[in-house]
Protein backbone atom coordinates (compact mmCIF):
# COMPACT_ATOMS: atom_id res chain seq x y z
CA UNK A 1 0.00 0.00 0.00
CA UNK A 2 1.42 3.71 -0.63
CA UNK A 3 2.33 5.66 2.18
CA UNK A 4 1.02 8.69 0.06
CA UNK A 5 -2.28 9.48 -0.69
CA UNK A 6 -3.88 9.75 -4.22
CA UNK A 7 -3.53 13.36 -5.10
CA UNK A 8 -4.47 15.32 -8.61
CA UNK A 9 -1.42 16.88 -9.71
CA UNK A 10 -0.81 20.13 -11.91
CA UNK A 11 1.05 19.52 -15.36
CA UNK A 12 4.43 20.21 -14.57
CA UNK A 13 7.86 19.72 -17.24
CA UNK A 14 9.57 16.29 -15.62
CA UNK A 15 12.83 16.89 -13.39
CA UNK A 16 15.42 15.17 -12.49
CA UNK A 17 15.29 16.25 -8.20
CA UNK A 18 16.72 14.65 -4.91
CA UNK A 19 15.45 14.15 -1.74
CA UNK A 20 17.21 14.20 1.89
CA UNK A 21 15.69 12.78 4.66
CA UNK A 22 13.03 9.99 4.90
CA UNK A 23 11.52 10.71 7.65
CA UNK A 24 7.55 10.99 8.87
CA UNK A 25 7.08 14.43 6.35
CA UNK A 26 9.99 13.79 4.10
CA UNK A 27 9.25 10.13 3.22
CA UNK A 28 5.61 10.96 1.47
CA UNK A 29 6.88 14.53 0.41
CA UNK A 30 9.14 12.34 -1.92
CA UNK A 31 6.58 10.42 -2.72
CA UNK A 32 4.33 12.89 -4.44
CA UNK A 33 7.35 14.40 -6.43
CA UNK A 34 7.57 10.81 -7.71
CA UNK A 35 3.76 10.23 -8.25
CA UNK A 36 3.75 13.52 -10.59
CA UNK A 37 6.57 12.37 -13.03
CA UNK A 38 9.70 13.07 -11.30
CA UNK A 39 13.16 11.43 -11.62
CA UNK A 40 14.16 11.31 -7.61
CA UNK A 41 16.72 10.27 -6.07
CA UNK A 42 16.34 10.00 -2.13
CA UNK A 43 19.30 9.82 0.93
CA UNK A 44 18.85 8.59 4.57
CA UNK A 45 20.84 8.33 6.78
CA UNK A 46 19.62 4.87 7.35
CA UNK A 47 20.13 3.71 3.86
CA UNK A 48 17.50 0.92 4.62
CA UNK A 49 14.86 3.49 4.87
CA UNK A 50 15.78 4.94 1.24
CA UNK A 51 15.94 2.07 -0.40
CA UNK A 52 12.64 0.83 1.15
CA UNK A 53 11.25 4.68 -0.89
CA UNK A 54 13.13 3.14 -3.96
CA UNK A 55 11.74 0.20 -4.02
CA UNK A 56 7.96 1.46 -3.46
CA UNK A 57 7.89 4.26 -6.27
CA UNK A 58 10.66 3.42 -8.55
CA UNK A 59 13.60 6.00 -8.00
CA UNK A 60 17.09 5.60 -7.00
CA UNK A 61 18.51 5.37 -2.80
CA UNK A 62 21.65 7.01 -2.45
CA UNK A 63 24.11 6.27 0.15
CA UNK A 64 25.88 9.98 0.43
CA UNK A 65 23.80 13.51 0.14
CA UNK A 66 26.69 14.13 -2.16
CA UNK A 67 25.57 11.21 -4.58
CA UNK A 68 22.04 12.47 -4.29
CA UNK A 69 22.93 15.72 -5.38
CA UNK A 70 24.67 14.77 -8.25
CA UNK A 71 22.79 15.82 -11.64
CA UNK A 72 19.85 17.09 -10.10
CA UNK A 73 18.07 20.49 -10.67
CA UNK A 74 16.83 20.90 -7.49
CA UNK A 75 17.88 19.52 -4.25
CA UNK A 76 14.91 19.55 -1.27
CA UNK A 77 15.75 18.15 2.37
CA UNK A 78 13.51 17.68 5.46
CA UNK A 79 15.69 16.90 8.29
CA UNK A 80 16.15 17.58 12.20
CA UNK A 81 17.37 20.86 13.50
CA UNK A 82 20.28 23.05 12.64
CA UNK A 83 23.13 20.30 12.81
CA UNK A 84 21.10 17.67 10.86
CA UNK A 85 20.78 20.03 8.31
CA UNK A 86 24.30 21.26 8.41
CA UNK A 87 25.33 17.45 8.17
CA UNK A 88 23.54 16.71 4.71
CA UNK A 89 24.59 20.25 3.42
CA UNK A 90 28.19 20.74 4.37
CA UNK A 91 31.61 18.51 4.07
CA UNK A 92 33.10 16.36 1.21
CA UNK A 93 30.24 14.42 1.35
CA UNK A 94 27.73 16.87 1.76
CA UNK A 95 25.12 17.85 -0.89
CA UNK A 96 26.66 20.91 -1.59
CA UNK A 97 29.96 18.96 -3.29
CA UNK A 98 27.58 17.46 -5.46
CA UNK A 99 25.44 20.27 -6.94
CA UNK A 100 26.58 22.08 -10.27
CA UNK A 101 26.37 26.00 -10.31
CA UNK A 102 23.00 26.75 -11.30
CA UNK A 103 20.77 24.57 -9.15
CA UNK A 104 18.92 24.88 -5.88
CA UNK A 105 18.61 23.99 -2.83
CA UNK A 106 15.11 23.72 -0.99
CA UNK A 107 15.24 22.88 2.68
CA UNK A 108 11.93 21.94 4.80
CA UNK A 109 13.87 21.59 7.91
CA UNK A 110 12.20 23.68 10.57
CA UNK A 111 15.34 25.06 11.99
CA UNK A 112 17.04 28.30 13.00
CA UNK A 113 16.52 32.06 10.88
CA UNK A 114 20.61 31.80 11.39
CA UNK A 115 21.56 28.56 9.86
CA UNK A 116 19.29 29.39 6.46
CA UNK A 117 20.97 32.49 5.93
CA UNK A 118 24.51 31.14 6.53
CA UNK A 119 23.95 28.32 4.02
CA UNK A 120 22.40 30.52 1.54
CA UNK A 121 25.80 32.40 2.00
CA UNK A 122 27.48 29.80 1.08
CA UNK A 123 25.59 27.90 -1.59
CA UNK A 124 25.90 31.31 -3.19
CA UNK A 125 29.56 31.01 -3.26
CA UNK A 126 29.55 28.70 -5.80
CA UNK A 127 26.25 29.77 -7.67
CA UNK A 128 23.46 27.04 -6.31
CA UNK A 129 20.47 28.62 -4.95
CA UNK A 130 18.91 28.38 -1.66
CA UNK A 131 15.05 28.49 -0.67
CA UNK A 132 14.58 28.03 2.81
CA UNK A 133 10.78 26.44 2.87
CA UNK A 134 9.37 25.50 6.39
CA UNK A 135 6.44 22.98 6.10
CA UNK A 136 2.91 22.91 8.93
CA UNK A 137 0.54 20.73 8.56
CA UNK A 138 2.38 17.79 10.02
CA UNK A 139 2.47 14.05 8.76
CA UNK A 140 -1.20 13.80 7.69
CA UNK A 141 -0.54 17.15 5.21
CA UNK A 142 2.41 15.58 3.78
CA UNK A 143 0.87 12.06 2.84
CA UNK A 144 -2.24 14.33 1.74
CA UNK A 145 0.16 16.40 0.01
CA UNK A 146 -2.11 19.24 1.43
CA UNK A 147 0.78 20.93 3.31
CA UNK A 148 1.70 24.92 4.00
CA UNK A 149 5.27 25.53 2.84
CA UNK A 150 6.80 28.89 3.80
CA UNK A 151 9.48 30.67 1.69
CA UNK A 152 12.50 32.61 2.43
CA UNK A 153 14.76 33.47 -0.66
CA UNK A 154 14.80 35.14 -4.43
CA UNK A 155 11.72 35.07 -6.29
CA UNK A 156 13.14 33.74 -9.28
CA UNK A 157 14.35 30.88 -7.57
CA UNK A 158 11.29 30.59 -5.75
CA UNK A 159 9.15 30.82 -9.19
CA UNK A 160 11.62 27.63 -10.07
CA UNK A 161 10.56 25.68 -7.68
CA UNK A 162 7.01 26.47 -6.79
CA UNK A 163 5.41 23.93 -9.30
CA UNK A 164 7.35 21.15 -7.88
CA UNK A 165 6.67 21.61 -4.41
CA UNK A 166 2.90 22.15 -4.77
CA UNK A 167 3.15 18.12 -5.56
CA UNK A 168 3.45 17.95 -1.77
CA UNK A 169 1.26 21.46 -0.85
CA UNK A 170 -2.25 23.40 -1.00
CA UNK A 171 -0.36 26.88 -0.15
CA UNK A 172 3.07 28.30 -1.21
CA UNK A 173 4.00 31.66 -0.48
CA UNK A 174 7.26 33.32 -0.21
CA UNK A 175 7.25 35.86 2.60
CA UNK A 176 10.99 37.85 1.69
CA UNK A 177 14.88 37.20 2.07
CA UNK A 178 16.33 33.74 3.27
CA UNK A 179 15.47 33.16 6.63
CA UNK A 180 12.27 34.55 6.34
CA UNK A 181 10.52 31.24 5.71
CA UNK A 182 11.73 30.43 8.93
CA UNK A 183 10.68 33.71 10.98
CA UNK A 184 7.45 32.45 9.41
CA UNK A 185 7.29 28.98 10.73
CA UNK A 186 8.23 30.45 14.36
CA UNK A 187 5.31 32.81 14.21
CA UNK A 188 3.32 29.43 13.33
CA UNK A 189 4.43 27.44 16.29
CA UNK A 190 3.53 30.33 18.58
CA UNK A 191 0.01 30.38 17.70
CA UNK A 192 0.10 26.61 17.90
CA UNK A 193 1.50 26.82 21.49
CA UNK A 194 -1.41 28.78 22.54
CA UNK A 195 -4.26 27.35 21.27
CA UNK A 196 -3.35 23.62 22.40
CA UNK A 197 -2.45 25.07 25.87
CA UNK A 198 -5.78 27.08 25.72
CA UNK A 199 -7.84 23.69 24.47
CA UNK A 200 -5.84 21.87 26.92
CA UNK A 201 -7.75 24.18 29.78
CA UNK A 202 -11.16 24.03 28.27
CA UNK A 203 -11.33 20.18 27.96
CA UNK A 204 -10.18 20.06 31.42
CA UNK A 205 -12.39 22.62 33.02
CA UNK A 206 -15.04 21.33 31.52
CA UNK A 207 -14.30 17.48 32.20
CA UNK A 208 -13.48 18.98 36.03
CA UNK A 209 -17.36 20.24 35.38
CA UNK A 210 -18.56 16.99 34.41
CA UNK A 211 -19.95 18.29 31.12
CA UNK A 212 -20.18 15.94 27.93
CA UNK A 213 -16.85 17.35 26.58
CA UNK A 214 -17.35 15.77 22.80
CA UNK A 215 -20.82 17.77 22.61
CA UNK A 216 -19.52 20.74 24.22
CA UNK A 217 -16.60 20.90 21.38
CA UNK A 218 -19.32 20.24 18.80
CA UNK A 219 -21.33 23.15 19.73
CA UNK A 220 -18.51 25.56 20.50
CA UNK A 221 -16.84 24.54 17.34
CA UNK A 222 -19.46 26.30 15.46
CA UNK A 223 -18.54 29.38 16.73
CA UNK A 224 -15.55 32.18 17.52
CA UNK A 225 -13.99 29.15 19.94
CA UNK A 226 -13.07 27.50 16.56
CA UNK A 227 -9.95 25.50 15.45
CA UNK A 228 -7.72 23.37 13.11
CA UNK A 229 -6.52 22.01 16.98
CA UNK A 230 -10.01 21.79 18.05
CA UNK A 231 -11.46 20.13 14.80
CA UNK A 232 -8.45 18.01 14.41
CA UNK A 233 -7.43 17.06 17.97
CA UNK A 234 -9.97 17.82 20.42
CA UNK A 235 -11.72 14.56 20.37
CA UNK A 236 -8.65 12.75 20.77
CA UNK A 237 -7.85 14.79 23.44
CA UNK A 238 -10.95 13.61 25.12
CA UNK A 239 -10.64 10.44 24.49
CA UNK A 240 -6.80 10.50 25.60
CA UNK A 241 -5.21 9.39 22.65
CA UNK A 242 -1.80 11.00 21.96
CA UNK A 243 0.17 8.86 19.69
CA UNK A 244 0.00 10.35 16.45
CA UNK A 245 0.79 14.07 14.85
CA UNK A 246 3.59 16.22 15.84
CA UNK A 247 5.81 14.72 19.00
CA UNK A 248 6.44 17.11 21.98
CA UNK A 249 10.06 16.29 21.75
CA UNK A 250 9.98 18.18 18.36
CA UNK A 251 7.87 21.10 19.52
CA UNK A 252 10.26 21.72 22.26
CA UNK A 253 13.02 21.85 19.29
CA UNK A 254 10.89 24.73 17.57
CA UNK A 255 10.13 26.72 20.44
CA UNK A 256 13.84 26.63 21.51
CA UNK A 257 14.09 28.27 18.31
CA UNK A 258 11.64 31.26 19.06
CA UNK A 259 12.86 31.99 21.98
CA UNK A 260 16.42 31.82 20.85
CA UNK A 261 15.02 34.52 18.19
CA UNK A 262 13.08 36.20 20.43
CA UNK A 263 16.44 37.04 22.20
CA UNK A 264 18.13 38.36 19.33
CA UNK A 265 14.87 40.50 17.90
CA UNK A 266 13.64 41.79 21.48
CA UNK A 267 9.91 40.56 21.02
CA UNK A 268 8.38 39.23 23.87
CA UNK A 269 6.72 35.82 24.24
CA UNK A 270 5.98 35.31 27.74
CA UNK A 271 2.79 32.87 26.88
CA UNK A 272 5.05 30.99 24.71
CA UNK A 273 7.78 30.48 27.27
CA UNK A 274 5.36 28.94 29.34
CA UNK A 275 4.02 26.21 26.96
CA UNK A 276 7.59 25.35 26.57
CA UNK A 277 7.69 24.71 30.07
CA UNK A 278 4.87 23.10 30.57
CA UNK A 279 5.82 21.00 27.73
CA UNK A 280 8.56 20.39 29.78
CA UNK A 281 6.93 18.71 32.23
CA UNK A 282 4.69 16.42 29.69
CA UNK A 283 8.85 15.33 28.65
CA UNK A 284 9.47 14.64 32.51
CA UNK A 285 6.20 12.52 32.45
CA UNK A 286 7.28 10.39 29.92
CA UNK A 287 5.31 12.28 27.05
CA UNK A 288 8.52 12.69 24.82
CA UNK A 289 7.05 10.73 21.85
CA UNK A 290 3.21 11.82 22.65
CA UNK A 291 1.92 14.80 19.98
CA UNK A 292 1.54 18.40 21.18
CA UNK A 293 -2.06 17.99 22.13
CA UNK A 294 -0.71 15.94 25.22
CA UNK A 295 -0.53 18.73 26.76
CA UNK A 296 -3.66 18.33 28.73
CA UNK A 297 -1.98 15.53 30.58
CA UNK A 298 -0.04 17.76 33.10
CA UNK A 299 -3.58 19.86 33.84
CA UNK A 300 -5.00 15.81 34.54
CA UNK A 301 -2.70 14.69 36.72
CA UNK A 302 -2.39 11.32 35.46
Known sequence: MSSISAKSYDTVPSAHVAFLGMGVMGLP????????????????????????????????????????????????????NDDDLRSVVLGDLGALAGMAAGTIFVDHTTAS??????????????????????????????????????CGGEQAHFDAVKPLIRSFAQAVTLLGEPGAGQLCKMVNQICIAGLVQGLSEAIAFGQAAKLDMKQV?????????????????????????????????????DLGLVLNEAKRN?????????????????????????????????????
Open 29 to 80: MAGHLAKQGHTVTVYNRTFAKAEAWAKEFGGKAAKTPKEAAQGASIVFCCVG
Open 113 to 150: AEVARELHHLASKQSVAFVDAPVSGGQAGAVNGALTVM
Open 217 to 253: LGVISKGAAQSWQMENRGSTMVEDKFDFGFAVDWMRK
Open 266 to 302: GARVPVTALVDQFYADVQHMGGNRWDTSSLIKRLQGK
